[in-house]
């Protein structure tokens, strides 16, 4: 059964045997382990997951392809298949008995950000998450502290999780082939968060308005949030501009809100 990949979807299917081996050897699938895919495409992941003896749900948006799914895994009584928008899925309602999740999907470029802060939402149910994603995102999820690379990303999500990027994917391993070069990330949520934030909102906030003017210093891009002696007086310098924050300090700053 053909499936023509849709542009709305942001669909480009792995078809490189290589990759999929390298993936599958990455994650380390156990059997009886209870795993989501979201966006199985054709199957490429699915397959080897499946032959690992998982139990895996699947979430699919476009309806002919959990039509294709259905037909093609029939056979395999440890699948199922929810046809639902990832974005709006409860993770959550899949996580039984204390078992946690873990979660794996090539994703597409314009929803990646989003559907990351929505699987975070549901951190607690998850055990760790691997992702196909555009090598700039994952560059940006990793960035530490000085680089150009770093910035509201990269700060969010290591308040969440520990990421790591795990092996480049050239786009020739896709059908059609991307413009862009694709990473494998791993993510690992935080057992407990690794900096003392009293409100979420609040350092969304700070870390936002920051960065929404890179180029200028704190003391110039938080004046409407925070005084430059009170940023000063938590042994951070007011002249330096957000790249060179580290979590730690947005933290601080993020908390001073509450006075």
Not at 14 to 35: C, F, G, M, T, V
Not at 130 to 158: N, T
Not at 212 to 224: A, C, E, G, M
Request: charged share 25%; with cysteine.
């Amino acid at each position: 059964m053909a499936h023509t990949p849709r542009k709305r979807f942001g669909q480009n299917f792995l078809h490189d045997h290589n990759i999929i081996y390298n993936i599958i050897s990455s994650i380390q699938a156990r059997p009886e382990q209870h795993w989501v895919e979201i966006g199985p495409g054709q199957g490429a992941l699915t397959e080897p997951l499946l032959n690992e003896k998982v139990r895996l749900d699947v979430v699919e948006l476009d309806r002919d392809l959990v039509v294709l799914l259905k037909e093609k895994f029939r056979h395999y009584p440890n699948l199922h298949i929810h046809s639902a928008d990832a974005l709006r899925f409860d993770f959550s309602s899949l996580a039984e008995g204390g078992n946690k999740l873990r979660i794996i999907g090539n994703l597409p470029y314009n929803i990646s950000t989003p559907l990351m802060f929505h699987l975070l939402d549901n951190a607690k149910c998850i055990e760790d998450m691997h992702f196909m994603l555009q090598k700039e995102v994952v560059d940006r999820i990793c960035a530490a502290p000085g680089s150009k690379k770093y910035g509201r990303l990269s700060v969010m999500m290591q308040y969440h999780c520990m990421p790591e990027l795990l092996f480049e994917v050239p786009p020739e391993s896709f059908d059609p082939i991307p413009q862009v070069t694709s990473a494998i990330v791993r993510l690992v949520p935080h057992q407990q968060p690794p900096v003392a934030v009293n409100d979420m909102s609040k350092l969304n906030r700070v870390v936002t308005q920051a960065f929404s003017q890179r180029r200028k210093t704190l003391r110039n891009s938080l004046k409407k949030l925070v005084e430059e002696a009170d940023i000063a007086a938590l042994g951070i310098d007011p002249t330096l501009r957000a790249e060179s924050i580290s979590l730690a300090e947005f933290a601080l700053l993020s908390n001073l809100l509450q006075e």
